[in-house]
């Protein structure tokens, strides 16, 4: 079975805070997380397949939104039945954000490499003053008379 690697980073890390949790944590609060992990592990990959058929090609637009609401009325039947089930409400939400640092890891696994021969400006160029970072353009003058 060929696993996916941003899936099975983000396996590897519930399974690490599960046990984790179970060695450190109170009961309740390891299931709720590992559940929660669970949770959020299927939608992923849900959003992973939806996405990879998003981009083999067009398809009706109503196909999409079925799809999109068919993932979320499964988190919200998930999260409501474990709160019905009594879960530690801190342990699910730790369980559902362990997708966050695995998309990032994962993220900077897969960045390019950088290339030390690739043009640059000095960094005394007096262009560096007509580029914005915060909005990542360059400055109009509007917004130059501003400064």
């Known amino acids: 079975m060929k696993i996916d ?6 396996l590897t890390l519930s399974a690490a805070a599960a046990a984790v949790s179970v060695a450190f944590a109170t009961p309740v609060f ?8 669970a949770l959020e592990a299927a939608n992923l990959h849900g959003l992973r397949r939806q996405a990879r058929l998003f981009f083999q090609g067009p398809k009706p637009a109503s196909s999409w939104a079925g799809l999109y609401g068919l993932r979320f009325a499964f988190l919200v039947v998930g999260i409501g039945g474990a709160f019905a089930l009594g879960a530690d409400p801190v342990g699910l939400l730790v369980g559902l954000s362990l997708v966050v ?7 900077w696994r897969s960045r390019p490499d ?3 021969s690739a043009p640059s400006l000095p960094d005394d160029d007096p262009a560096w003053d007509q580029w914005d970072p915060w909005l990542a ?11």
């Open 5 to 10: 690697p941003i899936e099975r980073t983000n």
């Open 101 to 107: 640092p695995a998309v990032l890891i994962e993220a």
């Open 137 to 147: 353009r360059e400055r109009s003058d509007l917004e130059a008379d501003d400064r």
């Open 114 to 116: 950088v290339d030390p």
């Open 30 to 37: 390891a299931a709720s997380l590992a559940y929660g992990a």
